[in-house]
C-alpha cells in the first residue's frame, strides 16, 4: 500500500459518504479527517467491536459509544463545529461501514485480527492524524494512544526480574492514569450540568430523557426482501423481541440497526400491530416504511401500491395517520386552499368596509366582492357561512345605491358532464342572488348567469387549476346598453 491508510480512507470513504451532498461540505469532511483515525484508534483495542459492526445493516456512533452515551455527546459537540451535532452524526454514522469496507480491502479479510495487524502497521499514521483533543476522549474510553491498548490491557511482567524502581513506576501509572480518568469524568459532568443550568436560567427548559418518539425505518428491494433496517428505542427488551420478529419476517440473519438510548420512548403507538404490518410490507417492491410518533408513512415506486398497501394497514392502526405521497399532496394542497380562502374572504371584507357610504359604487362592490373566495362543496349550492357575512355588508351597501346593478357568474371546472357542470354553475349563481335579495336588495338590481366550464382561468389537469376555476364572479351590468364593465383588482374612479 503506497498510501498511508488514513489518507487511503478519507480518499475512500469521504467520497462515498459525500456524494451527492450540497451542504456543510467542508465541515462535514472536516468531521470525517478528524473521525476517522479516532475510529481505527477504538477498533484496534476493541476487537469485538469489529465483530459487532459488521453485523449491522447500518452501524451507527451509538454502537461504539454504547457503554457511554453522553461521552457520545461530548464527543459530538466537540467535533461539529457550528454544523448541528445531528447532521455530522448523520453523516459519521454513514461512513462507518464503508470504512470497515476499506480495512477489509486492504486487510485482505473481514477478520478482526486482520484488521487490527493492518493498524498496527499504520499506527504511526494513525496517532499522528488524531486531533489534538482526541487522546482525553479515548484515554475516557479506556484506550492508550501511547500504544493502542485498552488501559486494562497492560501486557504480564514477570515481578521477580523487575527492578524496584520499574516496580514503582507501574504502581504510579496506574495512579496518575485514574486521576486523569477522575478529573476527565468531573468535566464532563460539570459541563453537562452547566450547560443544563445556563438553558433553565435563560428560560429554555432542559432536555429530558425520552424527549423523541421511538423510531422505526424499513426499506425494501426490487424483489420486496428487506435491504434496510434501523431501530430506535428506549426500551433494549422490546427491541430484543422486534428484532426477532424482523428477522423471522423477512428471513434476514442481522435484522435491523439498532440505536438504543434512553432519549428515545420506550414504546410505539399502536405497537403491538407492527409484525402484522410489517407481514404486509414484506413482498412490496421498493417500499420504504417509517414508523414514528403517530404518523405511518409509507413510499414505493408505484405509487398505486402505496395506496394498496396503505388501505390494508390503516385498519390495525387505529390511533395513528397512515400517510402516502398523494394523500401528503392532498394535505399540502389542503392547507394552501384553506390559506388562500382565509386570506381571500378577509381581504375582502376589509375592501368592503372602506366604501363610504356616501360614494358608493358599483365597481368598486364588484371588485370587493371578487377578492373572496366561494368554495361550495362538491355538487351544492350552499353558501359556506364564511361568505355569508361578506355578502351581507355588501346588501347592505347595495340596498344604499339603487343604481347599482351586478350580474353574478357562475363557473365550475371541467370535472364532469359539461351539461351537468353548467346547470350547477346557474344554481348556484342564483343561490347568491336568492341570498342578497333575501337580505334587502332590489331583485331588479341582480341577475344570475351560469357559464359551467366554458371560461376557465387555470388548467383544468390540476387540481390547483381545478379550484382556481370553481369560482362566482360579480361584473359591473350597465342597463343601458346591456353589457358589463370589467372589474379589476383596483376599481374605479368614475362609472
Known amino acids: ?68 452515551p453522553t461521552l457520545k455527546q461530548e464527543f459530538l459537540q466537540q467535533i461539529s463545529g457550528t454544523v448541528p451535532t445531528e447532521t455530522i452524526e448523520s453523516t459519521l454514522n454513514r461512513a462507518i461501514a464503508p470504512t470497515l469496507g476499506v480495512l477489509e480491502d486492504e486487510a485482505g479479510s473481514s477478520e478482526p485480527s486482520a484488521i487490527i495487524h493492518l493498524i498496527e502497521t499504520q499506527w504511526p499514521a494513525v496517532t499522528s492524524a488524531l486531533p489534538h483533543w482526541a487522546p482525553a476522549l479515548l484515554s475516557a474510553l479506556g484506550i492508550n494512544t501511547a500504544s493502542g491498548q485498552t488501559l486494562h490491557q497492560a501486557p504480564p511482567v514477570d515481578p521477580y526480574r523487575v527492578p524496584e524502581e520499574k516496580r514503582k513506576s507501574g504502581f504510579l501509572i496506574p495512579l496518575i492514569v485514574f486521576l486523569i480518568l477522575a478529573a476527565l469524568l468531573a468535566f464532563i459532568f460539570k459541563s453537562c450540568s452547566d450547560k ?134 392532498s394535505a399540502s ?25 356616501d360614494q358608493i359604487r358599483a365597481l368598486d362592490i364588484a371588485t370587493a366582492l371578487n377578492l373572496q373566495i366561494i368554495n361550495f362543496a362538491t355538487a351544492s349550492t350552499e353558501i359556506p357561512d364564511a361568505n355569508k357575512s361578506i355578502l351581507d355588508q355588501a346588501a347592505a351597501l347595495i340596498k344604499r345605491a339603487p343604481q347599482i346593478h351586478l350580474t353574478v357568474k357562475g363557473h365550475t371546472d371541467a370535472v364532469g358532464s359539461a351539461e351537468k357542470n353548467k346547470v350547477l354553475s346557474q344554481k348556484r349563481a342564483q343561490a347568491i342572488v336568492d341570498y342578497l335579495v333575501k337580505q334587502g336588495v332590489d331583485p331588479a338590481q341582480l341577475q344570475a348567469v351560469g357559464y359551467g366550464s366554458e371560461q376557465p382561468i387555470a388548467d383544468n389537469a390540476t387540481a390547483e387549476g381545478q379550484f382556481k376555476n370553481r369560482r362566482i364572479e360579480f361584473e359591473v351590468l350597465n342597463t343601458e346598453t346591456g353589457v358589463v364593465r370589467e372589474v379589476d383588482e383596483q376599481g374605479v374612479n368614475k362609472q
Open 1 to 68: 500500500m503506497n498510501m498511508n491508510l488514513i489518507d487511503l480512507l478519507k480518499q475512500k470513504v469521504s467520497a462515498m459518504v459525500l456524494e451527492g451532498e450540497t451542504t456543510h461540505l467542508s465541515e462535514k469532511n472536516q468531521a470525517l479527517s478528524s473521525f476517522l483515525p479516532i475510529l481505527l484508534a477504538i477498533l484496534k483495542s476493541k476487537p469485538d467491536l469489529i465483530t459487532n459492526l459488521q453485523h449491522q445493516l447500518n452501524p451507527r456512533l451509538g454502537d461504539i459509544f454504547n457503554i457511554n
Open 196 to 329: 443544563q443550568e445556563t438553558a433553565t436560567a435563560s428560560g429554555i427548559p432542559a432536555t429530558t430523557t425520552s424527549s423523541e418518539p421511538a423510531k422505526l425505518q424499513i426499506s425494501t428491494g426490487a424483489t420486496g426482501d428487506l435491504t434496510s433496517c434501523q431501530l430506535y428505542s428506549g426500551n433494549a427488551n422490546y427491541i430484543d423481541i422486534l428484532q426477532n420478529e424482523i428477522k423471522q419476517i423477512f428471513n434476514h440473519p442481522i435484522g435491523c440497526g439498532v440505536e438504543n438510548n434512553a432519549r428515545y420512548h420506550s414504546e410505539f403507538i399502536d405497537q403491538d400491530v407492527i409484525p402484522s404490518v410489517l407481514k404486509m410490507v414484506k413482498g412490496v417492491p421498493n417500499a420504504s416504511l417509517t414508523w414514528m410518533g403517530d404518523q405511518l408513512s409509507i413510499q414505493t415506486a408505484n405509487p398505486a401500491d402505496a395506496e394498496q398497501l396503505a388501505a390494508k394497514i390503516r385498519p390495525l392502526v387505529k390511533n395513528m395517520t397512515v400517510l402516502t405521497p398523494a394523500g401528503m399532496e
Open 333 to 357: 394542497a389542503a392547507v394552501d386552499t384553506n390559506t388562500a380562502i382565509t386570506t381571500g374572504n378577509s381581504n375582502a371584507e376589509k375592501a368592503l368596509a372602506e366604501i363610504k357610504p
